[in-house]
């Protein structure tokens, strides 16, 4: 069983529908990142976050620390939104050790 | 431009050959990591550094690997004798300091023949 594993794999929507992908993890945090990997293979971090939500224009990232859950929102979703979404997490056992696991990502697309 | 430099972005070579590849972080990024992406797979960390301190290699598949971050800024990962099962795409983060958020190169993609 992966550490971090995220739901689904594979989602294709309609332009301007609400997005939520999941990602559950196994085991003690101190950070939860989402990451964005656009067809060209660029990665940007979108949020860092070890409680709580954050909202950053239409994206919103929540997490569950007692459920070891978190999920990524998309509002009002657009073509361009299409990418893998990545999440990843920071062992709280490897404190002072940066290292992340990674889960398999969601591959989105938008249709217009 | 202040981003994380990787080069170069694209590398085929016969295998056996040693390969280096190198990442120039944003100025003043005291952590740098190294991570692989397989086609298909995801990914995968590789090495940690964190300013002056020993480097994560707990990552690192074998002892061809190796890598090292000269005066805290440019690192450099090199792989020797390479093998087929080591094609991928391998990409820099770089951040500033270990609990902040990473910003990644546009990564190598390399090719064992």
Not at chain 1, 62 to 87: F, G, M, W
Not at chain 2, 91 to 98: E, F, I, M
């Amino acid at each position: 069983k992966n550490e971090v594993e995220q739901s689904p794999q594979n989602l294709t929507a309609q332009e301007g529908e609400f997005i939520t992908i999941n990602c559950s993890y196994s085991v003690g945090i101190s950070a939860l990142h989402w990451l964005q990997q656009h067809p060209g293979g660029g990665i940007v971090s979108l949020f860092m976050l070890s409680s709580g939500k954050k909202k950053h224009g239409r994206l919103i990232a929540t997490i569950n620390i007692q459920e070891k859950h978190s999920s990524l929102h998309i509002t009002a979703s657009h073509p361009r939104d299409s990418a893998v979404y990545i999440c990843a997490v920071r062992d709280y056992s490897n404190f002072g050790n940066e290292k992340l696991t990674f889960g398999t990502g969601t591959r989105l697309t938008i249709i217009p | 431009g202040a981003g994380v430099s990787q080069s170069p972005s694209n590398k085929v070579t016969e295998k056996g050959k040693d390969v280096e590849l190198r990442c120039d972080p944003i100025s003043g990024h005291t952590a740098l990591y190294w991570y692989r992406q397989s086609l298909g797979q995801g990914l995968e960390f590789l090495i940690y550094f964190q300013g002056n301190s020993a480097p994560d290699k707990s990552g690192l598949p074998s002892d061809r690997f190796s890598a090292e971050r000269t005066g805290g800024s440019v690192s450099t990962l090199t792989i020797q004798r390479t093998q087929q099962e080591d094609s991928a795409v391998y990409l820099c983060a770089s951040s500033r300091t270990g609990d902040q958020p990473q910003h990644f190169g546009d990564g190598t993609r390399l090719s064992i023949l």
